[in-house]
C-alpha cells in the first residue's frame, strides 16, 4: 500500500518541456494520466533542470494524490538525450494520500530514485493506513526495495479504537503482501527505551518485536511490566495482545530471577491477580 504513495511524488515531476500554465495534462501511455495544478505557478528551470510547481501544488494520478506548497522536480540528460528524474522534493504541508485509507504527512519529502528511498521530515509527521497510525518527531524514512519504514525520535505506533501502543526511540516497520497481494504492516522492531501499552498493563525494555497479524510481542532488556500498582521484573516478555496474556520471563543458564512487587489495596487485595477486587471470606465469630 505504501509503494503508490511514494511513486505519486516521482511522477508528480514527469519530464515535459512545458509549463505553460497552471494546469498541466500528462498522458500515461498505457498508464493512468496525470494531472499536475498549481495556484501560483507552473515552471521549467532549463539551466537548473528543474521542473517547480508553487501554491497549493498538487499531483493527482488515479485515486492518488500529492500535495505541498512547492514541488519540485530535478532531472539528468542521458547518452540517448532523453532525460530522468532522479530526485523529486514537496516543501510544506506535505500530504501523500491513496483513496479514503492512506495517508501521510510531513513538512518536507525528499525521494531519491537512484537509492529508493523517500524521507519525511519537519512537523507533523504521520502514516495512516486504515486503523494503523505511526508518528515520529524526527523523520519517516521508507527504502522502497527492502519494503522497509522506519519512524525516529519518539516513535508511536497505534491502533485506532485498541488501547495499545508501542513507543520506541527507533520503530522499524516491515512490509508484506497480504491475500489480496496489496502491501501491509507485516512486523514492528523498537529500538531504544521502549514502551508496550495495553489496557492492563504497561511493559518497558530496551527492543522489541511485534507481529502485527498474530498480535504478539516480545520485549527485551531490563524488562519492567506493570499492572496497577504491582511491578514484575525479568529478563523478557510475551506479550499476547489477542488473549490479554504478558508472561516475565528468564534466560536459562544466565542466572536471572523474575521478581515481583505486589502492593495490596485499602481493602487487603492485590489488583491485578486472581481474587483481586473481590471481598475477603467471612471469618467466624469468636466464641465466648
Do not use: C
Not at 55 to 84: F, H, I, W
Not at 184 to 192: F, I, K, P, Q, R
Amino acid at each position: 500500500m505504501i509503494r503508490p504513495l511514494i511513486l505519486a511524488v516521482l511522477l508528480s515531476a514527469v519530464a515535459v518541456p512545458a509549463f505553460a500554465q497552471q494546469q498541466l495534462q500528462l498522458g500515461g501511455g498505457k498508464a493512468e494520466p496525470s494531472e499536475i495544478q498549481a495556484d501560483d505557478a507552473l515552471e521549467w528551470h532549463q539551466n537548473e533542470k528543474t521542473y517547480i510547481a508553487r501554491g497549493n501544488a498538487v499531483y493527482k494520478r488515479g485515486d492518488l494524490t500529492v500535495k505541498a506548497d512547492l514541488l519540485t522536480a530535478y532531472y539528468r540528460e542521458l547518452p540517448d538525450k532523453s532525460t530522468e528524474i532522479f530526485r523529486a522534493t514537496a516543501e510544506g504541508n506535505v500530504l501523500i494520500t491513496q483513496g479514503d485509507t492512506t495517508s501521510a504527512t510531513g513538512g518536507k519529502g525528499v525521494y531519491e530514485l537512484d537509492a529508493q528511498t523517500f524521507t519525511l521530515t519537519g512537523g507533523n509527521l504521520k502514516f495512516v493506513n486504515k486503523d494503523d497510525v505511526i508518528t515520529a518527531t524526527d523523520s519517516m524514512v521508507y527504502r522502497q526495495a527492502d519494503d522497509v519504514a522506519i519512524a525516529r525520535g519518539n516513535a508511536t505506533a497505534t491502533r485506532a479504537k485498541e488501547q495499545k501502543a508501542l513507543r520506541a526511540d527507533t520503530l522499524t516497520g516491515h512490509f508484506a503482501p497480504n491475500e489480496k497481494g496489496d502491501k501491509e504492516l507485516s512486523t514492528v522492531d523498537a529500538d531504544g527505551n521502549v514502551k508496550l501499552t495495553t489496557a492492563t498493563d504497561v511493559v518497558t525494555g530496551q527492543t522489541g518485536h511485534y507481529d502485527v497479524k498474530s498480535q504478539f510481542a516480545t520485549i527485551n532488556d531490563n524488562v519492567h511490566l506493570t499492572r496497577g500498582g504491582n511491578q514484575l521484573n525479568g529478563d523478557y516478555a510475551e506479550v499476547d495482545m489477542a488473549s490479554g496474556v504478558s508472561k516475565l520471563l528468564t534466560r536459562p543458564g544466565q542466572g536471572g530471577r523474575a521478581r515481583a512487587l505486589l502492593v495490596p489495596d485499602e481493602k487487603g487485595q492485590t489488583p491485578g491477580l486472581p481474587g483481586a477486587g473481590q471481598a475477603a471470606p467471612a471469618q467466624p465469630a469468636p466464641k465466648k
